[in-house]
């Protein structure tokens, strides 16, 4: 129908914002929420200290290295 699904990487990150903004309001050391899908991810430590993690027992269990998609796939502006 044109539009995104509700599972979509976008619709999941504009929700995310929404939270965040909601937070922000509450907690002050909370930050600016970036506006690039990618950059969220980064600044976002915990996820990117599981993914690690998870990356490292895939190659411990002889599963071998994760498949990275190319990172244009989550290059996209947040627009609310």
């Given amino acids: 129908c044109?539009?995104?699904s509700r599972l979509c990487k976008h619709m999941f990150f504009t929700r995310w914002a929404k939270l965040h903004g909601k937070l922000s309001t509450r907690t002050p050391s909370h930050g600016d929420m970036p506006s690039v899908y990618s950059e969220a991810k980064l600044v976002a430590q915990t996820?990117?200290?599981v993914k690690?993690?998870?990356f490292k027992?895939?190659?411990k269990a002889g599963l071998g290295t994760w498949v990275k998609?190319?990172?244009e796939q989550d290059q996209f502006l947040?627009?609310?």
């Fill in 78 to 80: 947040l627009t609310v």
């Fill in 2 to 4: 044109g539009s995104p």
């Fill in 69 to 71: 998609k190319p990172p």
């Fill in 47 to 49: 996820y990117q200290s």
């Fill in 57 to 59: 027992a895939f190659q």
């Fill in 52 to 54: 690690q993690q998870l």
